[in-house]
């Protein structure tokens, strides 16, 4: 399984971005793809998350109402619309697969999730 995240880069405070995630290689219908952040000397964060099956989603308190996950299941890719960014936004973002979901939800459990993308950055200015 191969996961490909897009879309990060330097917007200011307030603005918006949307970062895509693009799995491959996956042969289940039982799995969920989420996001985590991590900022230099702190643990990772996992923030949103959505399931393939029923389209169940996870917010972190850091991010609900600002951050919206949604799926595209015929492209196998996962968006994550960041809207009303903050400074405190500013990481590391991980695109990340549970790929034997065996609960109709998914969560911010790291040991969830046994692939992960290679991060994209996301950097608010004040």
């Known amino acids: 399984v191969q996961l490909v995240e897009s879309g990060g880069g330097l917007v200011q405070t307030g603005g918006s971005l949307t970062l895509s995630c693009v799995y491959s290689g996956l042969t289940s219908t039982d799995y969920a793809v989420g996001w985590f952040r991590q900022v230099p000397g702190e643990e990772r964060e996992g923030i949103a998350c959505i399931t393939h099956d029923n389209g169940n989603t996870y917010y972190s308190d850091s991010v609900k109402g600002r951050f919206t996950v949604s799926s595209d299941n015929a492209k196998n890719t996962v968006y994550l619309q960041m809207n009303s960014l903050k400074p405190d936004d500013t990481a590391v973002y991980y695109c990340?697969?549970?790929?034997?979901?065996?609960?109709?939800?998914?969560?911010?459990?790291?040991?969830?999730?046994?692939?992960w993308g290679q991060g994209t950055q996301v950097t608010v200015s004040s």
């Open positions: 990340v697969l549970d790929s034997s979901l065996w609960e109709a939800t998914c969560g911010p459990y790291e040991y969830h999730y046994d692939y």
